[in-house]
C-alpha cells in the first residue's frame, strides 16, 4: 500500500490556490525546495518541497516521527539543512534570519519555561530577547497575549506550578507577543482539555482572519480537517501529500461496499468492471475500490443486479481524509514512525 | 549549508596569540645597530650613570644545581625569615623586585613575594629593612652625608700629603673605568660582545671571561642602557653549563624620577623594629670588645680569614669554629652519618630549622675530610675540623687547598 | 512591505541591551544563585567567628595568609576569605554559572525560544558570557564586603597595614578592596569563558558546571608542579593568588597587567571556540 500511496504523491508542483490580495508580497509564506536532513545515517527529513500559501491555514500532519518537528526547526533556523533551500516571508533561511524572524510565531515541540518565574516574567524573558520589539510596550503585550489566552488569572504564578495545559497556552502567548506575519505551532492543542482545543481552534481561525498565515502541525487528522483549509501530509521524512482538503480528497477513491450471500457471483461482476474485491470478515460482505476512473458506484449496482446477483446491501462511500491519511502514511495514528 | 568557516576564528586565534608570543620574544633576541664602543667607553659610560634615577622590575633566577627550596617548605607558607633559608631561598628558584631608584642617596628594593613582600629603603637619613610575613622592620640612621664626605676628603687629603703616590688616585669616571681594567686585565679578558635588547630598551653586551681555568665561571655578561649608560641585566654562565648559573635583570625599566614619597617608610603600628647601631655605637661596641678581650688576656676569638690563591679560582677559608658560631653543627666528632646538622637556638621556630636542615642535607655531599656543598659556580667545604672554605672553584680544590 | 516593516524595527531595537538586563534579572531571580552568593558570604563569616572564638595567639604560622592580622584589624577578614575562597569556593560558583550559561537554557528548551525571538546567537552568547562576568564580579564583591562587614564586627579595625609596610586609611583600603575584586573578577574571566564554550558542548547543564569547576583544579594543580614551569605562565590560574601587588605601596601593576592580557588570551580562544560551536550547531533540544 504504502509504496502506491507515495506513487500517488504530488510532487513539487503542488496546489496553487488563490488566497486573498496578499499573495502579491510573495505567493508564499513557507516554501521549500529539496528540504534534507540527515542525521548520520539517517534521513530524518528527505527532500520536502512545501508551498505555504499566504493568509492560509496549512495543516501539517503526519505521524510521530514523520520529520514534522525536525522540518519545522529547519524552517526556523534552529537546525542547519543537509541540503535544500528554505524561504520563509520571502527571506532566505537561515541567512536573513534576523530579518524575518521578528514576524514569526513560534511554538516548536512544545513549551518550555523557566519554572522559577512567574508565566508574567517568562514571557517578558522571551520579548526582551528579540531586539526589534519595544520595551515600552512590553508589559502591554505581554498581558494582550496573556489575556489571549486565557491566562490573566495565573499571570504572576510562578510556572512551575501550572500545569501541561497552561504551559502550552503560555507557549502559545509567547508566539503570539508581537503582531506576526505567521505563526508557526508544532501541536498547538497538545495537553489542552476539549474546552482548551476548542479556543485554541477559534484563536487560530481570529488570527487568520487578522490576515496571520498559520502552519500548524499535527499528529491529529481531525485537528487538522476542522482548522485548515490546505494540508501536507508527512510519513518518513518523506512530504507525501500537499493540496487544499477537496484536492486531497477528490485524489482519495470511494469505496463500494456489497453485502450479498452470492459472494462469488458478485466477485466476478465486480472483477469484470475491473475491480480488485477483497473478502472482509463476514463471507458475504465484498469491498472495492473505484480505481476504475469514471466509473460510478450506481453503475456497479446496476451490474450487480442486470447479473442477477441478489444484494441485501450496497454502500458507496466517498473518498475520507482519514483514509487517504492512513493510506499515505501507511500507518495507523500515533504510531512512531 | 557549509558552515565550518564558523569555526575560522577559533582556529586563527590561538594562531595569533602564538604567532605574538614567538615574534614578542624575537624582537627581544634582535640586536639592535648601536655605534660601537671599546670596552673602557662602556665603563667610563657605566660610571657616569650613579646619579640617574629609574625604576623598573628586577628578574632574578638561579641555577645553581641546588634543590628547589619551594619544595622543601611546606605550601601555604610565606619564605621563611630565618637567614639561612633566606639566602638558600634566593639562591634557588626565582623572584621578581620592584626597583626604585633615585640617584645615589635613594633606593627602594620590594621583593615581591606571594602576598607578601620584604622592602629595604634608603633615603638621605634612614635605612629601612621591613618584613611583611613576620611584620618586623630594621632601622639604621645614616651618617651625615655632606659631614661624612668632608671627613673623608680631609682625610684623603691627608693621606695624600704623606703618600704622594695616591695622587693617582681614581676620581673622574674615565680613570674608574681604566683602574678597574688595570685591576682585573690579566687575569680577565673584558670585550664588547654586540648588542642586545633588555626590558625593551637597546643595550651594549660587557663581556668579563675569566682566563683562570680552574674557576666554575665561565663568563659573566652584563648588558648597559645604550643611552644612560645603568647597567640592566647580568649574567653568569658557569663552566659548561648551557643555562646560566645567575641571572639578574630589569624586565620592565622606566627611566623617569620616582615620586619622593616613594622613598619614605614609617614602620606599621605594631611591627617589631630594631634599630640598627649608628656608627659612632658600632664602634664604641666594638672598643669595648676589645678591652675586654684584652682585659681578660684571651687570644682573639678567631682568627682572620685566609686568601689562598688570587683571581678567579680565589678560596677564602674561615678559621675554625666559624662553623659553630653560624650554628652549623658539622664535624663535631660525630663522624657518622650526618646528625644535627643546625642547633635549634633559642627564638627560631622548630620547624624552620628542621625544613632548613632537611634542605641543606639535601644539599650537602660527604668528601673526604668535611661535606661539600657543590654548586655550578661556587663551592662550600665545611671541614670536620670546622673551618670553612668558599670559593668559585670545583669542591675537590677545596679538599685540596684545606690539607694545604 | 514585510522587508519595510523589518527594517523599521530593527532601527527602534538598537542595541537590544534589554536581553542583558533580562539575562541578570533571570539570574538574580534564581534561588540558586543567591544559594552560591549565600555560601560565599559564609566564608569570611565563618572564618571571623572561629578566629573570635578561639582568639589565643598560639595558632601561628598555619593557615592562610593575613589569618594573624585579623584579630588586630577586622579588615583583615576580607583578604583571608579572598584567599580561602579563590582556589575552590569562587571557580566552583563561576563554573555553575558559566557552565549553565547555554547548557541550562538547552535543557529548559527556552534556548530554542529565545533563538527563535530572535536573540541572534552571537548575541546570546556575548550577553551570556556578560551575565557570567557579572556574577563573578558579584561573588567576589560579596566575599570582600562581608568579610568587611563582619571584621568590623567583631574585631577593632583601623588604618591597615600593607604588604609593603605602608600604612594607608579605611576610605584608601577600601578603594583597594575594590581594586581587588576588580582584580579576582579579571582573573575568573578566562575560566567563565572556558564554562561558556563547555556549556555549547551539551545539553546537561550539570556535566558543563562539573567539567568547568574540574578544569579550575586540575590547572592549579599543573601550576603547583615545578616540573611544568615552562607551562605555568599559560596556566589561566597562574596569577590567581597575584592580588597581592595590589596592596604594596606602591600599587605593582605588573600581575594585574599579566593577569589582564593572560584572561583576554583565554577569552579569545574559547570565545571563538564558543563561537564556532554555537554559530553551527543544531539546536534539538
Known amino acids: 500500500m504504502t509504496a502506491s500511496a507515495r506513487a500517488t504523491r ?158 502550552q497556552r503560555l507557549g502559545i502567548a509567547n508566539a503570539l507577543l508581537a503582531p506576526r506575519d505567521l505563526l508557526i505551532l508544532d501541536e498547538p492543542t497538545n495537553g489542552l482539555d476539549p474546552q482548551g482545543t476548542r479556543e485554541v481552534r477559534n484563536l487560530i481561525r481570529s488570527l487568520s482572519d487578522d490576515g496571520t498565515t498559520v502552519f500548524v502541525s499535527s499528529h491529529l487528522l481531525a485537528e487538522v480537517e476542522q482548522m485548515c483549509t490546505m494540508i501536507a501530509i508527512m510519513s518518513a521524512g518523506r512530504l507525501v501529500a500537499q493540496g487544499t482538503l477537496d484536492e486531497l480528497r477528490a485524489e482519495g477513491t470511494a469505496h463500494v461496499r456489497v453485502t450479498t450471500p452470492d459472494h462469488a457471483d458478485a466477485h466476478r461482476v465486480l472483477t469484470g468492471l475491473g475491480l480488485t474485491p477483497e473478502r472482509h470478515g463476514r463471507d458475504d460482505v465484498l469491498t472495492a475500490e473505484l480505481s476504475v476512473p469514471g466509473l460510478q458506484p450506481e453503475t456497479v449496482n446496476a451490474a450487480l443486479v442486470h447479473a442477477d446477483v441478489r444484494v441485501r446491501g450496497f454502500e458507496a462511500s466517498g473518498a475520507s481524509l482519514e483514509d487517504r491519511f492512513v493510506a499515505l502514511t501507511g500507518e495507523g495514528f500515533d504510531v512512531a514512525g | ?176 673605568a681604566q683602574a678597574f681594567l688595570a685591576t682585573i686585565d690579566p687575569s680577565t679578558e673584558v670585550t664588547v660582545d654586540g648588542t642586545s635588547r633588555v626590558a625593551g630598551r637597546s643595550a651594549y653586551e660587557l663581556l668579563l671571561t675569566p682566563e683562570d681555568a680552574t674557576t666554575l665561571i665561565g663568563s659573566i655578561a652584563v648588558s648597559i642602557d645604550s643611552e644612560t649608560g645603568v647597567p640592566l641585566s647580568v649574567s653568569v654562565q658557569a663552566r659548561g653549563q648551557d643555562e646560566a648559573a645567575f641571572e639578574a635583570g ?37 672598643d669595648e670588645a676589645k678591652a675586654r678581650v684584652d682585659g681578660k688576656d684571651q687570644p682573639a676569638p678567631a682568627e682572620e680569614p685566609v686568601v689562598i690563591g688570587e683571581g678567579w679560582s680565589t678560596i677564602v677559608e674561615l678559621p675554625a669554629g666559624t662553623a659553630a658560631q653560624l650554628g652549623l653543627n658539622l664535624g663535631t666528632g660525630e663522624a657518622a652519618g650526618m646528625g644535627d646538622i643546625m642547633e635549634v637556638k633559642p627564638g627560631m621556630d622548630p620547624e624552620e630549622v628542621a625544613g632548613a636542615q632537611a634542605m641543606l642535607e639535601q644539599a650537602l655531599t660527604e668528601v673526604d675530610g668535611g661535606h661539600a656543598l657543590q654548586t655550578s659556580l661556587v663551592s662550600v667545604l665545611i671541614t670536620d675540623d670546622g673551618r670553612i672554605l668558599a670559593g668559585a672553584v670545583s669542591a675537590d680544590q677545596l679538599v685540596a687547598a684545606s690539607r694545604r | 512591505m514585510p522587508a519595510e516593516s523589518t527594517e523599521i524595527r530593527i532601527r527602534a531595537g538598537g542595541l ?71 582556589p575552590l569556593f569562587l571557580p566552583l560558583t563561576i563554573g555553575v554559572v558559566a557552565g549553565d550559561t547555554i547548557a541550562g537554557e538547552a535543557n529548559l528548551g527556552t534556548l530554542r525560544y529565545l533563538l527563535v525571538a530572535p536573540a541572534g546567537r552571537i548575541r546570546l552568547l556575548l550577553v551570556k558570557y556578560a551575565g557570567a562576568a557579572l556574577f563573578c564580579f558579584v561573588a567576589t564583591l560579596t566575599v570582600v564586603v562581608t568579610g568587611a562587614i563582619i571584621g568590623a564586627l567583631l574585631f577593632p579595625i583601623g588604618p591597615v597595614t600593607l604588604l609593603s609596610g605602608d600604612t594607608v586609611g579605611i576610605p584608601g583600603y577600601f578603594v583597594r578592596l575594590l581594586l581587588l575584586a576588580l582584580y579576582v573578577t579579571v582573573s575568573l574571566m578566562g575560566l567563565s569563558a572556558i564554562g561558556l564554550f563547555i556549556s555549547t558542548l551539551t545539553t546537561i547543564p550539570v556535566g558543563a558546571m562539573a567539567a568547568t569547576a574540574a578544569l579550575a583544579a586540575v590547572s592549579q594543580i599543573l601550576g603547583a608542579l615545578p616540573q611544568l614551569e615552562w607551562l605555568h605562565p599559560w596556566l589561566f590560574t597562574n596569577y590567581w593568588l597575584g592580588f597581592g601587588d595590589l596592596l604594596r605601596q606602591p600599587i605593582v601593576w605588573n600581575s ?30
Open chain 1, 10 to 167: 504530488t510532487p513539487s508542483a503542488g496546489p496553487r490556490v488563490s488566497a486573498g490580495p496578499q499573495v502579491s508580497a510573495g505567493e508564499f509564506a513557507i516554501e521549500t525546495r529539496g528540504l534534507t536532513k540527515v542525521f548520520g545515517r539517517q534521513k530524518a527529513v528527505d527532500g520536502v518541497d512545501l508551498a505555504v500559501p499566504r493568509g492560509s491555514v496549512f495543516g501539517f500532519l503526519g505521524p510521530n516521527g514523520s520529520g514534522k518537528t525536525t522540518t519545522i526547526r529547519m524552517l526556523l533556523g534552529l537546525a542547519s539543512a543537509s541540503s535544500g533551500d528554505i524561504r520563509l516571508l520571502d527571506g532566505d533561511m537561515p541567512n536573513d534570519a534576523r530579518a524575518v524572524l521578528p514576524q514569526v510565531g513560534a511554538l516548536v515541540e512544545g513549551p518550555a519555561i523557566y519554572p522559577f518565574l512567574s508565566g508574567r516574567a517568562n514571557l517578558q524573558r522571551f520579548d526582551a530577547a528579540d531586539r526589534h520589539t519595544s520595551p515600552a510596550t512590553r508589559d502591554k503585550r505581554v498581558d494582550a497575549a496573556l489575556e489571549r489566552v486565557g491566562l490573566s488569572h495565573a499571570a504572576r504564578k510562578r510556572a512551575h506550578a501550572y500545569s501541561l495545559g497552561m504551559k
Open chain 2, 1 to 176: 549549508m557549509n558552515k565550518n568557516w564558523r569555526w575560522l576564528p577559533a582556529g586563527i586565534v590561538p594562531v595569533v596569540i602564538v604567532t605574538a608570543a614567538v615574534s614578542g620574544s624575537a624582537v627581544a633576541e634582535a640586536q639592535p645597530q648601536l655605534p660601537a664602543r671599546t670596552a673602557q667607553e662602556l665603563l667610563e659610560f657605566v660610571a657616569t650613570s650613579t646619579d640617574d634615577a629609574y625604576s623598573g622590575t628586577v628578574e632574578q633566577s638561579s641555577n645553581l644545581g641546588l634543590p628547589d627550596l619551594s619544595l622543601a617548605s611546606p605550601p601555604g607558607r610565606t619564605p621563611s625569615s630565618d637567614p639561612t633559608s633566606m639566602v638558600l631561598e634566593l639562591l634557588t628558584g626565582e623572584h621578581s623586585a620592584q626597583v626604585y631608584v633615585d640617584g645615589p642617596d635613594k633606593a627602594k628594593v620590594q621583593v615581591l613575594d606571594q602576598l607578601a613582600q620584604r622592602s629595604v629603603v634608603i633615603n638621605e637619613t634612614d635605612a629601612w629593612y621591613y618584613d611583611s610575613s613576620a611584620n618586623e622592620a630594621a632601622h639604621a640612621v645614616l651618617p651625615d652625608k655632606d659631614a661624612a664626605k668632608a671627613a673623608l676628603e680631609a682625610k684623603l687629603q691627608e693621606k695624600v700629603a704623606e703618600h704622594p703616590e695616591l695622587q693617582n688616585i681614581p676620581r673622574t669616571p674615565a680613570e674608574l
Open chain 2, 250 to 286: 630589569f624586565s620592565a625599566v622606566d627611566f623617569s624620577t620616582p615620586d619622593a614619597d616613594i622613598f619614605e617608610f614609617t614602620p606599621p603600628e605594631g611591627a617589631t623594629v630594631t634599630e640598627a647601631p649608628t656608627a659612632d655605637e658600632a664602634k664604641a661596641h666594638i
Open chain 3, 16 to 86: 537590544g541591551l534589554t536581553l542583558v538586563l533580562s539575562e541578570i534579572s533571570v539570574l538574580f531571580r534564581r534561588l540558586r544563585t543567591w544559594a552560591m552568593i549565600g555560601a560565599l558570604a559564609l566564608i569570611p563569616i565563618l572564618i571571623a567567628v572561629v578566629v573570635r572564638v578561639s582568639s589565643d595567639e598560639s595558632a601561628s604560622g598555619r593557615g592562610p595568609a593575613f589569618l594573624n592580622s585579623i584579630t588586630q584589624n577586622g579588615l583583615f577578614v576580607s583578604l583571608t576569605a579572598l584567599t580561602v575562597a579563590i
Open chain 3, 256 to 285: 594585574f597587567a599579566d593577569n589582564a592580557l593572560l584572561q583576554f588570551g583565554y577569552i579569545a580562544v574559547f570565545g571563538t571556540l564558543a563561537y564556532g560551536r554555537f554559530s553551527t550547531k543544531d539546536i534539538l533540544s
